[in-house]
């Protein structure tokens, strides 16, 4: 595993070279019908040629670099920056608040909090069986909710797990959005997805007062985190070893039922800094997630809401940008935005503003070429790409 700040100072000069968004662009009204998805996402000769079932392995064939072969342990190294934040103490992991509010999901902003008005978070929590727990500092604010560090009263040794001595504590108001009828549907996510691989244990969930809570294992800084600790760069090779790492995650997410529907940079996290899992990556936030497939087995039927956006500008996939059905592909086109985004450190669609900013945002990805956003990755991002945007609503990926 190479160090992380290997190819730092080549992605800097790179980076001088990047595209520049082109928010010069006449405005269009945002009832306005994107163009044809098919006019950007013909697939390649060499794509149409693959075999399928190296779908899900291309993005390791790197010609520079080793490929990871421990998936488990892919992030080894990444878990060096993730011990440098622990000891710089970051308030709010996970949150950068000049970059979330470009690469915000829309649909919660709109269900927000507004923290002036909501209750105060307990300042002591139990909830279900569980120990008593201290609220302590606040580590991020999300549409929906707020997590928050919690320190048990009394007892307690162990780093992780129920009867750990620090958990997350994640805070959503009775009158959140989310909670129109009763419990977040986040939570019948956890319950469904309980033990899944990638996904943070949920040990105690209950309301109390206004809030309905859910005690949590606490986790370590983002990739985003560790990205921006190392000066906004990250080399091909680690960004694959994060590849292999986050499909593996989607894998098992996606064979549960679901898709997660925000794959980001942001949602994903590494273990405790110290513990046993400090190497290990995690996919938090599941308030959009839903079903891809029917108690029955079947994939869910195909519609499209031009009016409903759903996931974060930026990692959006072009079907979220059009308001169709969220499917496995979709996941995994933001998983790749998001691998080239911690290599380049900039994607082409960034600093357009104002009312028409997910058209605008949407009509730029359907114009950049595979070739040209991938211009300064190896390969095998490129093909990864391709084969991701050209998968069809129901296409099982392999």
């Given at each position: 595993?190479?160090?992380?700040?290997?190819?730092?100072?080549q992605a800097r000069l790179?980076?001088?070279?990047?595209?520049?968004?082109?928010?010069?662009?006449?405005?269009?009204?945002?009832?306005?019908?994107?163009?044809?998805?098919?006019?950007?996402?013909?697939?390649?000769?060499?794509?149409?040629?693959?075999?399928?079932?190296?779908?899900?392995?291309?993005?390791?064939?790197?010609?520079?670099?080793?490929?990871?072969?421990?998936?488990?342990?892919?992030?080894?190294?990444?878990?060096?920056?993730?011990?440098?934040?622990?000891?710089?103490?970051?308030?709010?992991?996970?949150?950068?608040?000049?970059?979330?509010?470009?690469?915000?999901?829309?649909?919660?902003?709109?269900?927000?909090?507004?923290?002036?008005?909501?209750?105060?978070?307990?300042?002591?929590?139990?909830?279900?069986?569980?120990?008593?727990?201290?609220?302590?500092?606040?580590?991020?604010?999300g549409g929906f909710g707020?997590?928050?560090?919690?320190?048990?009263?009394?007892?307690?040794?162990?780093?992780?797990?129920?009867?750990?001595?620090?958990?997350?504590?994640?805070?959503?108001?009775?009158?959140?959005?989310?909670?129109?009828?009763?419990?977040?549907?986040?939570?019948?996510?956890?319950?469904?997805?309980?033990?899944?691989?990638?996904?943070?244990?949920?040990?105690?969930?209950?309301?109390?007062?206004?809030?309905?809570?859910?005690?949590?294992?606490?986790?370590?800084?983002?990739?985003?985190?560790?990205?921006?600790?190392?000066?906004?760069?990250?080399?091909?090779?680690?960004?694959?070893?994060?590849?292999?790492?986050?499909?593996?995650?989607?894998?098992?997410?996606?064979?549960?039922?679901?898709?997660?529907?925000?794959?980001?940079?942001?949602?994903?996290?590494?273990?405790?800094?110290?513990?046993?899992?400090?190497?290990?990556?995690?996919?938090?936030?599941?308030?959009?997630?839903?079903?891809?497939?029917?108690?029955?087995?079947?994939?869910?039927?195909?519609?499209?809401?031009?009016?409903?956006?759903?996931?974060?500008?930026?990692?959006?996939?072009?079907?979220?940008?059009?308001?169709?059905?969220?499917?496995?592909?979709?996941?995994?086109?933001?998983?790749?935005?998001?691998l080239i985004f911690l290599?380049?450190?900039?994607?082409?669609?960034?600093?357009?503003?104002?009312?028409?900013?997910?058209?605008?945002?949407?009509?730029?990805?359907?114009?950049?070429?595979?070739?040209?956003?991938?211009?300064?990755?190896?390969?095998?991002?490129?093909?990864?790409?391709?084969?991701?945007?050209?998968?069809?609503?129901?296409?099982?990926?392999?």
């Amino acid at each position: 595993m190479p160090e992380l700040r290997s190819s730092t100072r080549q992605a800097r000069l790179r980076s001088k070279k990047r595209d520049d968004p082109q928010p010069g662009e006449p405005p269009v009204k945002p009832a306005s019908p994107a163009p044809p998805r098919a006019g950007r996402r013909a697939p390649t000769r060499a794509a149409r040629g693959r075999k399928p079932k190296r779908k899900g392995v291309e993005i390791l064939n790197l010609e520079a670099d080793p490929a990871c072969e421990d998936p488990p342990k892919a992030v080894a190294g990444v878990a060096g920056a993730a011990k440098k934040l622990a000891v710089n103490k970051v308030p709010e992991v996970g949150v950068n608040k000049g970059l979330r509010m470009e690469g915000e999901s829309a649909e919660k902003i709109v269900g927000a909090d507004d923290d002036s008005t909501a209750t105060p978070v307990p300042e002591g929590v139990q909830v279900g069986n569980s120990p008593e727990y201290i609220t302590d500092r606040k580590l991020g604010k999300g549409g929906f909710g707020q997590v928050y560090v919690g320190r048990r009263v009394s007892g307690g040794a162990a780093r992780t797990g129920p009867d750990a001595y620090e958990v997350a504590l994640k805070f959503e108001h009775r009158n959140s959005k989310g909670c129109n009828y009763g419990p977040p549907y986040e939570w019948q996510v956890y319950s469904a997805l309980n033990g899944c691989y990638g996904i943070p244990s949920v040990h105690y969930k209950g309301r109390q007062g206004d809030y309905y809570i859910l005690v949590m294992d606490m986790l370590g800084p983002s990739l985003w985190d560790v990205w921006d600790s190392m000066g906004q760069a990250m080399s091909a090779n680690m960004a694959a070893c994060i590849a292999v790492e986050g499909i593996s995650i989607l894998e098992k997410l996606h064979s549960k039922g679901f898709v997660h529907g925000d794959v980001k940079p942001e949602n994903f996290l590494l273990g405790q800094a110290g513990s046993p899992d400090d190497k290990k990556l995690y996919l938090i936030d599941l308030g959009l997630a839903s079903k891809w497939r029917e108690t029955n087995g079947h994939h869910v039927e195909y519609d499209q809401r031009p009016d409903i956006f759903r996931g974060t500008i930026r990692h959006a996939s072009v079907h979220a940008h059009l308001g169709r059905t969220g499917s496995r592909r979709d996941d995994l086109e933001s998983l790749a935005y998001t691998l080239i985004f911690l290599i380049r450190g900039r994607l082409p669609w960034q600093g357009y503003q104002g009312d028409t900013k997910s058209f605008l945002v949407c009509k730029k990805k359907m114009a950049t070429s595979p070739e040209m956003l991938c211009c300064f990755c190896p390969a095998p991002f490129k093909q990864f790409l391709e084969i991701v945007t050209n998968m069809k609503f129901d296409e099982e990926p392999n």
